[in-house]
């Protein structure tokens, strides 16, 4: 009998291996029959050999074996089990937090199980064994002190999607720390989950309300126990009382070592074999192929003790299995020791790794294996480490072996495992300084990282004793040191301006970045920020011997705690009218009880539908094979173009047509061209990678509009030329004349759920829920697709987790698809679009570009504007908003003439589609920066030149429309005097004048923004139940966190005089609210309210005569009656808007942003930002204050770092995850966030008085861009270049830094 290879059994007979299950298991022995030949035998195993593990969930245990797959996540056994559907997924990478639970993990530092936040979608399930995890149901949801009613009440919950993951990322804070923390641990911990939608003010404010300050104990040294052996009295190995284990299951082994001897005994066991070692699981969060999946052999280290081995005396060892929280941690408390102080500069570039739950999972040694397997990644641990000159304890060949971390890189690591680290104290007179610079202030990985570590005598001049260490990430894959740097050096003086001009030079010609991979920045802004991280560094050491502006230069921009102020009006006598109340769904979403659509159970027989994505952007299909995919087990269905039963068309009449699945030709990369149908998703993503497709006649794809302008790629006819007065005559004649171009870019939705579909075959037809804002043009989409009358489907959606636009027209592709397949196998399918096809398949917001020509009075007054503007539909112009942009493209400024030529350009991206205020968002912007350069050719201060140009009450807009009720002077003059402007401006001037290397900028963005009626139909149904006077409404709007039921209920209640918790708000269906359209555009909510109204009144009515016979009775018996006496108590209302002008009425508001802005880099901090906006006389001011927040911050997201990149020659989008896509994080929003809502401001032509809010503070976020913009200029200006140019939207890191002009001639220190 060959004796076990502790994973694998070989029968003696055929040699057949076999996996040991536990069921043939009897006091440490074997006994089963070969199921190859049938032979019976036995042996004895000394393994502990498992089939199943068992964990704690809510206080429950549950024992899983192979009936999930060995690569199953948590999260995944977490919803399919429905043990917890409050817990959410998107991205499944790490990068979006929505799945976060909290989980009581081994703390090396106290020796104890303490709470952390973990991502569920990077925990794999079999490593969960004897875990305790908690989830948003086993929490408290209901107590004061509940985080989830807590966050409720902050009104920190819009679509609620993100809601669970914030709330359990808190929870599990507050378990670490016993209740007790500090704003600025609450603020911290806040990277690690995105939300879209509130622009996080309202959650951190309801987090930090649990801050207590001045209670925190500074941990340190002595808190850390090193527990030693009773027997040896050496550091614990922790292998005394462990026993290893080995998890057999169908299609993967875990093996679980308990000593580093037994894992080097597994290695050695697997050596060849496919197999990984897994610690956090983070590390295929960065590169996909590390994902569990993809192994047969997975050896879990987090039961090898001595891992996680923490010892100071003689030398400081760190274990290889301290997740990057606790190394940080360790640091913390070891940093007021003589000679550590540097371990202050390793937490602060730790606790800027990844987010805070990923630092929860991953290791140290896991992050360095990425850089060892991924030379290019830019590890900021692997920098870190290089710069202090740590060593390593690593395993090779069974032998231990200890080396530099130079050495690092170079050593070949298969079949060896990192144990510890070795870090020595570095004396004081070291200088070292570590620094990262990123797309956004948090999880976002360095473009360039650097490390600095110098040993100076400050008395000689700062003269550098030996030779130092000048370490740079993100350059290539091969660089490391600026050894020649470093050599030049040794024995300069700093402080000598010739060392530094010296080393510059020496400098320029080793750092040369890799510029190969289009994904990255750019090679010459990686190169010059690398060499400003060496001038920040130089200056930083000679402190004041440095000029005093230039001094500016040293520290790294420092983001201060954040706050907000909100200001409104409420009137009690009309309550629940303008009352400030929380969302009436807030606490359901906050405590993981709300059902999106992935929540729904699954209907007996549900099974799971894929597309098949096109990889060539501009080509002609030859064939399509999808034999192969038929041989996975669980395929059910190949669906083309040419199984469509219906029509190949999605698109409701008379929106241009569009194909569901490609017939022909592809248009751009990953365009849908099949459908798989299979048991479940695995099977149906398995089949989907098996499809063959074949191309002919592929063409290069057009990417850019430059390029479709130069190739002609047009869309005729999409909306026509516009012109009021004469506008080149005007020019002609104006004293001053500005030409110029501007662009602004595309923007990914992001909304947390990604498109879904469930579609349940009916016997008369279909039962679709659907991620739609327009449950009409979904229900014309399928029955076009499937040839069967609209009557056929009924389609419901109770709330969607975000929306922004993405969900009008793109889920047409999504529940079409579905229904296609549903109808194809006559059985319920689910869609849910993974969230990668999801950024790739479909289109996003329409990028803009400007030629313009403006006439301008020497004193600045508008005469002529003379422009084309240009429109990047990407394959399909049907959501375009060209007609509006020509007459709404004044933004809040008076011109008699004009003339607008509208192109529509045809690319070869997705068809783009709306986003929220996706006309004057760009209008705004380019209306702004046409301004802005209209100051500079005048030299004026750009504020005085837009306020010169500000309507005036009763102008005419180019459309025509009289503007009676305009304040949009009185708004500003209120906003410039109540943030004090004039000593702003001075204050900001002073602030340039003293600092070179960083620069403040003021912005003010003046808005009016036309509100349209035009087209919005929406039904309403208000159902009075006559046994209990209890009130059911259904509205043809789409609740996505914009709070419109919240709205008609306080309609309702207060035109009934009833109690809101009286009245229900139930899903929108195609039925109940028929021909209404799509939600969108800001108006929903007021149009629906309207409708509301309209039926209450009319309902009012009815009831009133039997109010009158019983006037004291209370409502129910007054309902009653009307009951018994066979009053309708129902009403419908069909909302149709009767306007005379484009718009109903216009929005005004006014913003200030200031930022800070680090020259050397690029990246900025928004310190201040005041907005005053006219929302009329708000109906809900906390709803209302919120839409502000989240749709400026939003926009600080397209106007700053939100950034879509393709591949030129394939056209295949190359920023298609979080890792690349960096959407506003908590602390990218404004420190100081003020919003202002006009007071004493009740709108005539409105609905209740109130004004629209979910879309116009969009359009004023782009003052954050001018500010920068302004910062920029004060620095150009210093080096005596201001002259103007154009700041694209966006404005990104990369951008802002390049518009800087740095160059390294510039880096002087007198
Ligand atoms: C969303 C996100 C953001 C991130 N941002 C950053 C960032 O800003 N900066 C940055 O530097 N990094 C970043 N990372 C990377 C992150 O730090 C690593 O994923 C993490 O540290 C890996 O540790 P792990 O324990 O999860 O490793 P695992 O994923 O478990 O393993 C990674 C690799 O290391 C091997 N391995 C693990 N432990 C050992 C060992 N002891 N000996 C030998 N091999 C081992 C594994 O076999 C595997 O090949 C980010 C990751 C994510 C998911
Ligand atoms: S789903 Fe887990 S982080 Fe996005
Ligand atoms: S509430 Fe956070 S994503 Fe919608």
Redesign the pocket.
Known sequence: MEAIKANTLRCPVCAVLHLPQEENLKNGVFMGTCQSCGHFFKFRCNTGIQSSITLTINGKSYTVGSEYSGSSSLNSFLRESRISTGTKYMCR???CGTCLVQVELYDPVSMERKSYAV?SC?VPLFSCNGWEITTIEGIDSTSEKAVPKRLAQYNGSQCGFCSPGQVMNMHALLDFHDGSVTKEMVEDAFDSVICRCTGFRSILDAMKSYAEENNQKVPDIEDVHIKRCDRTGEPCKGCCHRQSSVLALGDVQWFKPTSVDELVKVIQQNKGKNY???????????YIE?GQWNYDVLID?REVQE?YGIDFDPTIVLG??L??TQLTDVLYRGSNEPQFGYFKEMCKILS????SS??N??????????KH?HPE??????TMLETIGAQLN?VVNGETKIIPISQFLSQD?TD????AMFLNSIPDSHHIRIY?V?KRNQ????DINAGMNFDIDVNQNYQVKSKPTIVFGGISKTFVHATKTEEFLVGKALGDPSTLKGALTMLAQEVVPDDSDPVLTSASFRKNVAMGLFYRFVLDVVGNKAASPFRSGALPLARPLSSGQQSYDTKPIEWPLTEPMTKVEAINQASGRAVYINDIAGQPGECYAEFILSTEANAKIQSIDASAASTVPGFLKFIAAKDIPGVNNISPPPIPSEEVLASDKVEFYNQPIGIIVAENSGAAGSAARKVKVTYTDIQPPILTMEEAIAKNSIFPKVADEFKLGDAEGAIAKSAVKVTGRIKCGTQYHMSMETQISICNPTEDGFEVYSSTQWVDGTQKAIAMVLGVPDSSITVSVRRLGGAYGSKITRNFPVAAACALAANAVKRPVRLNVDFHVNMKMLGKRFPWMADYTIGLSSDGMLEGVKMTYYSDCGISPADNSLAGFAIGMDNAYYCPNWHVIPVALKTNTPANTACRSPGSCPTIFIMESMMEHCAKVLGKDPTDVKTLNLYKKGQLTPSKMPLTYCNIRELTSQLLTSVDYENRKQQVTSFNQANRWKKKGLSVVPMKFGIGWTTANYTAFVAIHGYDGSVSITHGGIECGQGINTKVMQVCASTFGIPMDLIKVKPTDSLTTANSVTTGGSITSELCCKAVLHCCEALNERIAPVRQKIPTKPWKDVIFQCFSENIDLSERYWQVPNTPYLFEYNSYGVTLTEVTLDILTGQHIIDRVDMLFDCGESMNPEIDIGQCEGAFVMGLGYFLQEEIKYEQKTGQQLTDD??EYKVPLAKDIPVDFRINLLKNAPNPLGVLRAKACGEPPLCMSCSALFAIKHAVEAFRKDIGKDTYFALDAPATVEKVQQSCMVDPTQFIIQ
């Open positions: 990478e790490g990068g991502n990077m990984k070692l897994v610690f956090g699981n983070t590390g295929y969060g960065v590390l280290l891992m290889a299995n997740s990057l800027n790794v990844a987010t990923v630092r999972l991953g290791t140290w040694a896991g992050n360095l294996m990425l397997q990644f830019q590890s900021d641990v692997y690593i690591m060896n495992v990192i144990v990262k990123n999880n976002a990985h360095s979080t890792w």
